[in-house]
């Protein structure tokens, strides 16, 4: 896979010298200069419809790594002209559908359809294959619309929660299975967690406490007699208050550097994390903290739609480049001018990183 955003983007002079580094694992062609060089401009941000239009040259000369990001490329450089000129990106490739092509070079998509849900049972299944190919952030769509779908009364299989999902999922994957899976081997993963003192074992819990859940006499016992730690309980606590629906105004100061410690390096953090990386360097980790503060949880993110495959390239290398963090900032924009008392959040964020409040604040 590209590592460090193709190394932070240094291998653009090496590509435009003819070298050609491997840029990928698992998909044929990406080392191809062709579709390695038009792949790391398209990644610098900005509009550049050459990079568009030498991907689609490499794609229809059967490049499998050109054809698996040419979808997205298209979210990022939406291509200009008549009907039929821009036509021409999407309906085929090489003489052949584009809907046809693509699975054949990447595999995952016939998992993902392009987040087309279909059955409910079928699920976590396509979500915890996703998982196994790092696709956290379209398992964790389809996870999303599972638990929408089902009520959030039927077992999330609980494997699914040591996987690098949001928090709120893992939770609710421990929560459900507990709640309404059968016999010991269903209430042993949250029991488990919560002995481990995880943070998402102490927000099943908080979850599981709601009336709503009905639990019994004995489910009820047995979880007071299983307790976290503090930290673990004041992080589910500050979880649950800074989600998006719960929230009247900005976090606490206190309570965004615990969520922020908590999230460090799990995929609901990978845009901040890429955003803070890469603009505001010099004070990354209180960054991370200030968008908590202004942005309430869950955060936003980066349209799965415009997320390249992670064969390609990895969800957090994608966040540390130019366009995913030019994304990722859109959606923290849009976010922000959606929630109630945007200029108090700015000035709370301003209070924990002046870097991350100018980037928000800034139409």
């Not at 966040?319 to 900032?329: E, Y």
Request: glycine share 8%; hydrophobic share 50%.
């Amino acid at each position: 896979m590209i590592r460090g955003v193709l190394r932070s983007l240094a291998l653009l002079s090496g590509l435009s010298a003819g070298i050609s580094p491997a840029l990928a694992e698992g998909i044929a062609g990406a080392d191809d200069p062709a579709f390695a060089a038009p792949f790391a401009r398209a990644l610098q941000g900005g509009a550049d419809p050459t990079a568009l239009d030498d991907l689609h040259a490499a794609a229809e000369a059967g490049n499998a790594a050109a054809i698996a990001v040419l979808p997205v490329v298209l979210q990022w450089l939406p291509p200009q002209g008549t009907l039929a000129e821009r036509n021409r990106y999407y309906r085929r490739i090489a003489g052949r559908p584009l809907a046809e092509a693509l699975p054949e070079a990447w595999p995952e998509a016939a998992l993902w359809r392009d987040g087309e849900t279909g059955a409910a049972e079928d699920l976590p299944d396509r979500a915890a294959r996703l998982i196994a190919a790092g696709e956290s952030a379209r398992a964790a769509h389809l996870l999303s619309v599972w638990l929408n779908q089902t009520g959030g009364t039927v077992p999330l299989p609980p494997e699914l929660s040591g996987a690098d999902l949001p928090l709120w999922l893992n939770a609710m994957a421990l929560a459900t299975s507990y709640a309404f899976g059968e016999g010991e081997a269903a209430r042993a993963p949250l029991l488990a967690a919560l002995k481990a003192d995880r943070a998402e074992a102490a927000l099943a819990k908080d979850i599981l406490a709601d009336a709503d859940w009905r639990m019994s006499v004995e489910a009820t016992a047995e979880l007071a007699t299983t307790g976290t730690s503090q930290t673990a309980q004041d992080t589910a606590r500050a979880y649950r208050e800074a989600q998006v629906f719960r929230m009247s105004g900005p976090a606490s100061a206190a309570d965004a550097t615990l969520i922020a410690a908590t999230l460090t390096g799990h995929i609901e953090f990978t845009g901040v994390e890429g955003l803070c990386a890469l603009r505001c360097p010099g004070s990354a980790p209180a960054c991370g903290a200030a968008a908590i503060r202004a942005l309430g949880l869950p955060l936003p993110a980066v349209p799965v739609a415009a997320l390249p495959p992670a064969a390609i390239l990895s969800e957090a290398d994608f966040a540390r480049s130019p366009r995913g963090a030019d994304l990722f900032l859109t959606a923290a924009r849009d976010r922000l001018a959606q929630l109630p008392d945007r200029a108090a959040r700015i000035r709370a964020a301003a209070g924990t990183d002046a870097c991350l409040a100018e980037l928000l604040a800034t139409p």
